[in-house]
Structures are given as C-alpha cells and as structure tokens.
C-alpha cells in the first residue's frame, strides 16, 4: 500500500492467519479503525479488545492462546516477509501506529488457541489507512 493509500477488509473469526494483501513498510505510519464484534463458540459477542476475563474452561486455557498476554479473542497482528515472520501483537480496536514490525504482508486473527478457530463466528471490520508524512502519530486506541 502506498502512503496516503487505503484498504478495507474483513477479518474473519474462524481464519487462524488472515492475509490482509497488505504489504507492510518499516518506518510507515499507520491508521488501524477497527470495528465489528465476534463470537468464540457461544456469546457473549466480543468486540477487538478482547475479554480479559472470560470465565470457565478459556480461563484454564489462557497459556494456550496465540498471545498469552492478551485479552482472549483480542485482534492480533503481525507480519510475514522477507525477513522471517514476527511475532503476534496486540491491535485491539486499532488507532495510529508507528510500524516497528519487519516489512511484509499484514496477517491478523483473533486471540484464541490454535486448533479451535472452527467454532468462532463474526468477523471485525479493519480499515488501514497509510498516514505516513501526516503528522498524526498517537499511541494505539487513540
């Protein structure tokens, strides 16, 4: 994606590594707007942040999760390219970010063990916005 470009996509609950087609620039700075609320197997649906605290058997299973620090079914992010594949970060509902990861192309999922993405539902809708050389740098949530 090119600066001041754009994309719009879904990101599916059940894709353990959705491709975004989004390919990554180090030193770029980026617009994440997030919306859109996904189920893990039964609701409550769960919006990008993720819940902190979901009780019963996800509670025991919370090292499981692909970033055990994380809220579960929290949106995580990272890059696959050239020079290997990062490890998975936190994007929650998104806000403007600083590229630190290595270049490639942007993959996402939800924050769930690997192996139990069949019985999610929902999606999150991501809009990423180039915005480097526009002076608006801020901190994630923003």
Not at 10 to 25: E, H, K, R, T
Not at 100 to 129: E, H, S, W
Request: aromatic letters at 8%; a neutral charge; glycine letters at 16%.
């Amino acid at each position: 994606m090119e600066q001041g470009g754009s994309r719009r996509f879904l990101v599916p609950a059940d894709d353990p590594c959705f491709d975004s087609g989004i390919d990554i620039q180090p030193d770029h700075i980026y617009r994440f707007i997030v919306k859109g609320q996904w189920i893990d197997l039964r609701p409550p649906a769960i919006g990008p942040e993720g819940d902190r605290n979901p009780g019963g058997v996800r509670a025991l299973a919370g090292w499981a999760k692909r970033l055990p620090d994380a809220p579960w079914m929290a949106l995580l992010m990272r890059t696959k390219g050239m020079a290997g594949t990062s490890g998975w970060h936190l994007l929650g509902k998104g806000g403007t970010l600083q590229s630190t990861l290595p270049p490639g192309r942007l993959q996402l999922c939800a924050n769930d063990v690997l192996g139990f993405y069949f019985n999610n539902k929902g999606a999150m809708d991501v809009t990423v916005i180039d915005v480097t050389g526009q002076g608006q740098l801020g901190v994630a949530g923003d």
